[in-house]
């Protein structure tokens, strides 16, 4: 039973063997495919992964190969195994009814058998010779030997005996304090001399200050004063009136009167801004006859309506004014009056250059447009014209294309 026994636990771990090769084959074939799925996406990014990836894939092949190869091996292995068990199975069964010449010779036959197949199984499972080495180098020195053991300390020896101390000198009797000897007698104090005449005494000094009185009563308030006389006024301003040779009575001082100028309606250079020319010029240094430099002209008022067709070609009038209460001055378009707490200086009718003549500034001219006597059309000169709005762009209404626009000019 004891070989039997032993067949048993062979062929369990003959089975064990295989299981365990089989596993690690099935094993290996998966880390194979997955290596070769790797190395499908790797192909693209970088070509040395990729032949490092075919190495390891050679690899793991050779590895299953030579576990293919033990796998035989094993399985040749089990076939020597079960041939065994089967001979010694029918040894037992004969051994009974076979005599005992028989049974020697067919267990010796076995034996042969036996160690013939254990030679197999030992050849294959030492498996191939190794490689022979090549010529051993000489071994490297052995490690250093355990440090010994200190030796025993020696003996202590004896101290020395001390040497005696000297005695110390004696210090010799304190000596007696002398005695306080006695104070000495007061001497009499000696007569004092007669008493000289005194000459005459000084004026004494000045006594002390008295203290401050109490603060007198607070006295009536006097008069005011006369008003002195008004001083300048700080600041003013300066605007032209158009159309007019005066200033309105409200405060407004005339600076001068003249004439309204500017380019000719035709003319491309020039200033764009009119100018009150004043009617007694001034000259400095000057040369007669024409320079062909630039030119002003007198402007003229053009209208065509029956309301102003008495001024239509006549000379514009103008006077600077001068307001020394105000310091604001604005031109309100499209407004004869003006906003609530400013002042107006005048008002009138908002003018400028023919819409098909070359542009110029507009201009607030007097509703009275005054002419100046004695003028008339003349050529060239600088032309103003009423001014009437056109509907699209401005609303309408509230503006009328037919009606000439206003204008009123404020102080504050």
């Not at 793991?60 to 094993?74: A, F, G, P």
């Not at 009138?348 to 250059?353: F, H, K, P, R, S």
């Amino acid at each position: 039973m004891g070989a039997v026994s032993m067949v048993h636990f062979s062929i369990l771990l003959s089975i064990v063997c295989l299981v365990v090769v089989f596993v690690g084959g099935w094993y290996s074939q998966s880390s194979l495919i997955k290596l070769n799925t790797q190395v499908m996406e790797q192909q693209y990014h970088n070509q040395e992964q990729t032949e490092q990836f075919n190495k390891q894939i050679i690899k793991q092949n050779n590895q299953i190969s030579e576990q293919q190869l033990q796998l035989k091996q094993l399985n040749i292995i089990i076939e020597v195994l079960l041939d065994r068990n089967g001979k010694y199975k029918d040894n037992y069964d004969t051994r009974d009814n076979t005599s005992h010449h028989e049974i020697v010779k067919r267990e010796n036959q076995q034996s042969q058998t036996t160690i013939q197949s254990d030679n197999t199984i030992i050849k294959l499972l030492h498996g191939r010779d190794g490689v022979q080495g090549k010529n051993g180098r000489d071994g490297r020195d052995g490690i250093p030997g355990v440090k010994g053991d200190a030796g025993p300390h020696g003996e202590k020896g004896d101290q020395g005996a001390l040497g005696l101390k000297g005695d110390k000198g004696g210090q010799g009797p304190k000596g007696i304090q002398g005695s306080k000897g006695d104070q000495g007698l007061k001497g009499d104090q000696g007569l004092s001399g007669a008493k000289g005449e005194g000459r005459d005494g000084r004026d004494g000094r000045d006594g002390v200050q008295g203290i401050e009185g109490d603060v007198g009563p607070r006295g009536d308030k006097g008069d005011q004063g006369s008003t002195g006389p008004k001083g300048e006024p700080a600041g003013g301003l300066v605007y032209v009136r158009w159309g007019h040779d005066s200033c309105p009575s409200n405060g407004a001082q005339l600076v001068y009167s003249g004439r309204a100028a500017g380019p000719v309606w035709n003319s491309k250079g020039g200033g764009s801004n009119p100018q009150c020319l004043p009617l007694d010029p001034n000259y400095l240094r000057y040369q007669s006859g024409m320079q062909d430099h630039s030119y002003i002209y007198g402007a003229e008022y053009r209208v065509s309506n029956a309301i102003m067709q008495d001024i239509d070609s006549s000379s514009i009038p103008c006077a600077i004014c001068y307001v020394p209460t105000r310091s604001a001055l604005y031109m309100i378009p499209a407004k004869y009056t003006c906003p609530t707490g400013w002042e107006t200086e005048y008002h009138g009718y908002l003018m400028t250059e023919r819409h098909h003549h070359y542009r110029s500034q507009f201009l607030c001219i007097d509703h009275t447009m005054k002419p100046v006597i004695g003028s008339s059309q003349a050529t060239p000169s600088c032309t103003y014209w009423t001014v009437e709005g056109r509907c699209g762009s401005l609303p309408c209404p509230p503006y009328e294309e037919t009606k000439e626009l206003t204008c009123a000019v404020c102080t504050k």
